[in-house]
């Protein structure tokens, strides 16, 4: 998986409660992404990072929010989860910002919100 | 805007046959285009990807992708489809709105394989 850590692989939570999902690259790549799969959508891009705080938002960034302080560590917040954001979260990473680049992905997190 | 559109949610085919799992796209001006594959609970992996020049890409694992530029298809296709192969695929396009390199994914395409 290229190098990349997800955690936790798996969590339940309960509905209004805080919920950070943690990102981890070993090879200091400075582009990351943070993705959700669900049936019928394939896979949609919440929030991406270009260097150490630096972030934009992506498709379907709304109740979410990250931070990245080091190059290593891509940390996404679920601020007060909603069933709604029940789904498997992959982290990716890109090595370079050209259009050619391919990214990779970590293993995923299933969270499921009660 | 960008898409793709993966037009088949399964593919059945049996052990040992030709496979081929479609993926057609719109975008301005030269797509680059992408195949990720799924395993179950794993995350997905890199297959093969279309940038510039021969309209044949080789990719992992024998797979190989045409890219049609008349058609806008870019079809991922494997000569001998093992049972092995079964996963779901995902077909991806960069996404040029921006300057960063986002991608957009098809809604997936699961790929049986019958012994």
């Known amino acids: 998986d290229a190098g990349i850590t997800q955690s936790p692989r798996h969590k339940v939570t309960e509905t209004g409660t805080p919920v950070t999902l943690r990102c981890h690259q070993t090879?200091?790549?400075?582009?990351m992404y943070w993705y959700r799969q669900d049936p019928g959508h394939g896979l949609r891009l919440i929030h991406y990072?270009?260097?150490?705080?630096?972030?934009d938002k992506g498709e379907v960034s709304d109740g979410y929010s990250v931070s990245r302080s080091k190059t290593e560590d891509f940390l996404l917040t679920l601020e007060s989860a909603t069933s709604s954001q029940t789904s498997v979260y992959f982290c990716?990473?890109?090595?370079?910002?050209?259009?050619?680049?391919?990214?990779?992905f970590g293993p995923g997190t299933r969270l499921t919100v009660l | 805007a960008q898409s793709v559109a993966q037009p088949e949610d399964q593919v059945n085919v049996a052990e040992g046959n030709p496979l081929t799992v479609k993926c057609t796209y719109s975008?301005?001006?030269?797509?680059?285009l992408f195949w990720y594959v799924q395993y179950p609970n794993r995350g997905l992996q890199f297959l093969l990807k279309?940038?510039?020049?021969?309209?044949l890409v080789k990719g992992s694992y024998g797979f190989e992708a045409e890219f049609n530029k008349s058609q806008t298809s870019f079809h991922l296709k494997k000569p001998s489809a093992l049972v092995s192969d079964s996963a779901l695929y995902f077909c991806?396009?960069?996404?040029?709105?921006?300057?960063?390199?986002?991608?957009?994914f098809g809604t997936g395409t699961l790929l049986a394989v019958q012994p």
């Open positions: 975008v301005s001006g030269n797509p680059y």
């Open positions: 990072s270009y260097g150490v705080k630096d972030t």
């Open positions: 279309y940038i510039t020049g021969d309209n």
């Open positions: 991806a396009v960069r996404d040029k709105d921006g300057a960063t390199n986002k991608l957009i």
């Open positions: 090879e200091n790549h400075r582009y």
């Open positions: 990716a990473i890109s090595l370079m910002e050209i259009s050619t680049d391919t990214q990779y």
